[in-house]
């Protein structure tokens, strides 16, 4: 049972816009940043947002991240096949001293 | 670019300890301002955070592995190490090193491709 909460499986077709939802507590998200991994199949992790809401250099636009209270989520728009991957959210818990991972989604692109 | 390149055993008996390294090129791992990390996940399964070592030396771990595990920095080499001590089963995962930021807990970036290690005998 991870400490962030994702559904475990998102879908959509070509073009249209998907939400990955991630929820936690006021002792993580509530109080530290949200950082969101993309993992393509086979492939290691990689960083997607940082700080929230900031995209690293080389992430398209379509990609946006929010926060709000405890929960935070990961937007695609326009969504297209090469997006088909596992989605990670991460933040840091006080209370537990450590980083803790959301369970991941995996995205289908139909 | 900086990059990091694990190595180590992939085979690896329970109740033994595991060693793996990861080699960092492109940069110095004595630079100021970050971390260098230890994530696990198991075959089919999700990330787990292992700990990290900031360029000085101290190291944050997680709770539920920190009396198993010792992360530790070779400025000579330019590469870290893991070790993780009486391992099961439970083990059995692939292991990534990842730089980290330092104020910026939870941002990995980069990665390193990651190597499977298996416990078993």
């Known amino acids: 049972q991870s400490v962030l909460t994702q559904p475990p499986s998102a879908s959509g077709t070509p073009g249209q816009r998907v939400t990955i939802s991630c929820s936690g507590s006021?002792?993580?998200?509530?109080?530290?940043?949200v950082y969101w991994y993309q993992q393509l199949p086979g492939t290691a992790p990689k960083l997607l947002i940082y700080?929230?809401?900031q995209r690293p250099s080389g992430v398209p636009d379509r990609f946006s991240g929010s926060k709000s209270g405890t929960s935070a989520s990961l937007a695609i728009s326009g969504l297209r096949s090469e997006d088909e991957a596992d989605y990670y959210c991460?933040?840091?818990?006080?209370?537990?001293?450590?980083?803790?991972f959301g369970g991941g989604t995996k995205l289908t692109v139909l | 670019q900086l990059q990091l390149q694990e190595s180590g055993s992939g085979l690896v008996k329970p109740s033994q300890t595991l060693s793996l390294t990861c080699a960092v090129s492109?940069?110095?791992?004595?630079?100021?301002?970050?971390?260098w990390s230890w994530i696990r996940q198991p075959p089919g399964k999700g990330l787990e955070w292992i700990g990290y070592?900031?360029?000085?030396?101290?190291?944050y771990y997680n709770p539920s592995l920190k009396s198993r595990v010792t992360i530790s920095v070779d400025r000579s080499k330019n590469q870290f190490s893991l070790k993780l001590s009486s391992v099961t089963a439970a083990d059995t995962a692939v292991y990534y090193c990842?730089?980290?930021?330092?104020?910026?807990?939870?941002?990995?970036?980069?990665w390193g491709q990651g190597t499977l290690v298996t416990v078993s005998s």
């Open positions: 006021s002792s993580n998200i509530g109080s530290n940043y």
């Open positions: 700080s929230n809401n």
């Open positions: 990842a730089r980290g930021l330092t104020g910026r807990k939870g941002r990995f970036d980069p």
């Open positions: 492109g940069g110095s791992i004595s630079s100021g301002g970050y971390s």
């Open positions: 991460a933040a840091w818990d006080d209370s537990l001293s450590g980083v803790v």
């Open positions: 070592i900031y360029h000085s030396g101290s190291t």
